[in-house]
Structures are given as structure tokens and as C-alpha cells.
């Protein structure tokens, strides 16, 4: 879902779970760093956990609550990682809109024989 040029999703929610939002201008001030930072952390964490999800799904000894509680997890991460694309995704569309040099790539291409 792309969002109004300026408005960054932020990686966490609202009091009753609704999305929360930063105008920014570019300029990465303290909320935008600060999400920046717990992006990385919760990519990393979804990282972990599915080096863990291998180890213990191959493990025919893994009780039904670890993989109930791995499975938890690995929803939350999911959850996570969907809303960092979600993010991310806007912000480079936003950027692209702005931008507009795309024409001049495509005379670059052209004049060169390479693909855009």
C-alpha cells in the first residue's frame, strides 16, 4: 500500500494496532533513524529465527509446544517483515515518482545499445 508522498510507515503500531506514520521530508531526523534501527533489528531477529526453525524442524525429538511457540514466532516476524516491505516499498515509489530521470536512463540505454 503506497503511502502520501512525505508519510513514512513507521515498524510499529498504534494503541488498538493501527499503523503509525512520520512526515518526513527526506531528511532522516531522529524518528526516522530510530525506525531505521528497529527495522534492521526485526529482520535480523525473522533471520534467527528461521536459522532456528530449520534446526528444530529437523529435530524429530521437537514437541508439539516448540513448534507451537516457533510457529507464533515466525508469524510475528512475518508480520514484521511484511510491514518493513510495506515501508519500504512506499518510499521508493515515492522517490521515483519525484524523481523523473527515468527518461534520460532510457537515452542513456539507447545511445549505448545496453538495457535500461
Known amino acids: ?11 510499529w503500531s498504534g494503541p488498538n494496532g493501527q499503523r503509525c506514520y512520520v512526515a518526513t521530508d527526506g531528511t532522516p531526523g531522529f524518528v526516522s533513524r530510530l525506525a531505521d534501527s528497529i527495522e534492521e533489528a526485526q529482520l535480523n531477529i525473522g533471520e534467527e529465527l528461521l536459522d532456528h526453525a530449520g534446526r528444530l524442524l529437523d529435530d524429530p525429538k521437537a514437541s508439539s509446544g516448540e513448534l507451537h511457540f516457533l510457529a507464533r514466532r515466525l508469524r510475528g516476524a512475518l508480520v514484521d517483515a511484511l510491514r518493513v516491505a510495506d515501508s519500504r516499498g512506499a518510499r521508493i515509489a515515492d522517490r521515483d515518482d519525484d524523481d523523473e530521470p527515468d527518461d534520460d536512463l532510457e537515452d ?3 545511445s549505448t545499445g545496453e538495457p535500461a
Open 1 to 11: 500500500m503506497s503511502t502520501a508522498s512525505g508519510l513514512r510507515l513507521l515498524p
Open 108 to 110: 542513456s540505454a539507447r
